[in-house]
């Protein structure tokens, strides 16, 4: 039986000037159906970014020197979208 992907994994975010790139890995299981993309979630400003299943980073831009941000990434597929994986940093 199908299910939602595993989260991905092995997350990383390193801080640029006012962006921050993010990477990861695919998840240990895609659940059974073939993932159908990323979505990259920055906190506190709820910056939503969703990327195709083949990419495995993402640079996120206008973001603030001198604050702390989590950056969430969620892997989906036809049967809905994986739990959290997260990586946090200071700008």
Same mark, same amino acid.
């Given at each position: 039986?199908?299910t939602?992907?595993?989260?991905?994994?092995?997350? %990383?975010? %390193?801080?640029?000037?006012?962006?921050?790139?993010?990477?990861?890995?695919?998840p $240990?299981?895609?659940?059974?159906?073939? $993932?159908?993309g990323?979505?990259?979630?920055?906190?506190?400003?709820?910056?939503?970014?969703?990327?195709?299943?083949?990419?495995?980073?993402?640079?996120?831009?206008?973001l603030?020197?001198?604050?702390?941000?989590?950056?969430?990434?969620?892997?989906?597929?036809?049967?809905?979208?994986?739990?959290?994986?997260?990586?946090?940093?200071? $700008?």
């Amino acid at each position: 039986m199908s299910t939602v992907p595993d989260f991905p994994t092995n997350i %990383v975010a %390193v801080p640029g000037p006012a962006s921050a790139t993010i990477t990861w890995e695919i998840p $240990l299981s895609d659940g059974g159906s073939a $993932l159908t993309g990323y979505t990259v979630i920055s906190t506190p400003d709820n910056k939503i970014q969703t990327v195709d299943p083949w990419v495995y980073t993402y640079t996120m831009t206008g973001l603030k020197n001198g604050v702390s941000y989590t950056f969430q990434v969620f892997a989906q597929n036809e049967f809905g979208i994986s739990g959290t994986s997260a990586a946090i940093i200071a $700008l």
